[in-house]
């Protein structure tokens, strides 16, 4: 059984710093694509980041583009989302993805193959 578990979501004050964490079973991260994205209140959910499965490509929307860094550990088959200069329009839950390894990064929650139950991360101002 393939699961997903994030961890790390937390009240923090605008500025502050967040490291959101996914921890993979069932499943080697290795032979995956990994992706961050999150959904606000009464919104859809949006892309955040996603990195090749070798760690050797990144794709980060320009909302978030040099706040925030995708990472990713096969050894501990765990993803890291380092999350810095936080907003409050940052305030969402956040899901982390797995897609089986592909050409391209994708953007699109659709591609996804496994999610996991997501983490709150609220932004206060």
């Known amino acids: 059984q393939v699961q997903l578990v994030e961890s790390g979501g937390h009240l923090v004050q605008a500025g502050g710093s967040l490291r959101l964490s996914c921890a993979a079973s069932?499943?080697?991260?290795?032979?995956?694509?990994m992706g961050w994205f999150r959904q606000a209140r009464g919104k859809e959910r949006e892309f955040v980041a996603a990195?090749?499965?070798?760690?050797?490509?990144?794709l980060y929307p320009d909302s978030v583009k040099s706040r925030f860094t995708i990472s990713r550990d096969n050894a501990k088959n765990t993803v890291y989302l380092q999350m810095d200069s936080l907003k409050p329009e940052d305030t969402a839950v956040y899901y982390c993805?797995?897609?089986?390894?592909?050409?391209?990064?994708?953007?699109?929650?659709?591609?996804?193959?496994?999610w996991g139950q997501g983490t709150q991360v609220t932004v206060s101002s």
């Open positions: 069932g499943l080697s991260i290795g032979s995956y694509d």
């Open positions: 990195i090749k499965w070798n760690g050797g490509d990144t």
């Open positions: 993805a797995a897609r089986m390894r592909a050409t391209l990064l994708s953007t699109r929650n659709y591609d996804y193959n496994y």
